[in-house]
């Protein structure tokens, strides 16, 4: 027969099991809890326009991108967003949790404007000719960002490979797959992306409240931002 008092200590002890059971189910972070990216759509790097996507996955602490790979294929990369950010697959940057959208969201976005770039001579022209280029021309409904595709010509004179300030440069597999410095502003960086059959680099905006850093190769809390890293 369980006496009296051993039976309010078995209560005591399930109420608080039930009480850590919660604590522990409950996420770290706080903002995790919201964040679904399944219905997003499923990542390829085929079409030129898929290509040129950053893809979800389903932790949002991460995305994958289109890679060239070492075959001359495109191969998906996931790639870390920034601490306490979230990649949002409608905005196309990981931004923080106040920011972020699930996909099929309707919500205009907030991420800061590209500034005005000036093409260079020489560049790619702008002619609405497609020929040549793979998959459709058309931006998918569920791809809502506009960010202007500027093409400024890659400097061509010889540098040390390890000057992040020498400006963005698209000639060699490893510059490809090199994030790059914009001089003008810490809250933007420059990125290879196709265009027009050749590499060219595309200016990207950070989260807002982050910087892009160099050293880490992604846009980081200001707070860590160990800048300017070009003067």
């Known amino acids: ?3 009296k008092g051993e039976s309010w ?3 005591v002890v399930v109420l608080l099991l039930v009480v850590v059971g919660c604590c522990v189910g409950a996420p770290a972070d706080g903002f995790s809890l919201f964040a679904d990216n399944s219905l997003c759509p ?3 790097c085929i079409t030129f326009e898929e290509i040129n996507t950053l893809w979800a996955v389903t932790d949002p602490a991460y995305f994958l991108q289109c890679r060239p790979d070492v075959f001359g294929g495109w191969s998906l990369q996931l790639m870390p967003c920034a601490p306490e950010t979230l990649f949002s697959f409608r905005h196309q940057v990981c931004v923080h949790p106040q920011y972020w959208e699930g996909c099929g969201g309707s919500t205009e976005s907030t991420l800061p404007t590209l500034p005005t770039t000036t093409q260079a001579t020489g560049g790619p022209d702008t002619t609405t000719e497609t020929t040549g280029l793979p998959g459709p021309t058309t931006t998918p409904d569920w791809f809502t960002t506009t960010t202007a595709e500027t093409t400024p010509t890659p400097s061509l004179t010889t540098s040390d490979p390890s000057d992040t300030c020498r400006g963005p440069s698209c000639s060699t597999f490893e510059e490809i797959n090199t994030l790059w410095v914009y001089s003008e502003s810490p ?4 990125q290879c992306r196709p265009i027009d059959g050749a590499w060219a680099p595309i200016l990207m905006p950070c989260a807002p409240a982050t910087k892009f850093s160099f050293r880490v190769q ?3 809390l200001e707070e860590v931002f160990q800048g300017p890293e070009c003067e």
């Open 1 to 3: 027969m369980v006496m």
């Open 9 to 11: 200590k078995s209560v």
């Open 42 to 44: 499923e990542p390829r």
């Open 187 to 190: 809250d933007f960086f420059w």
């Open 218 to 220: 992604v846009c980081v």
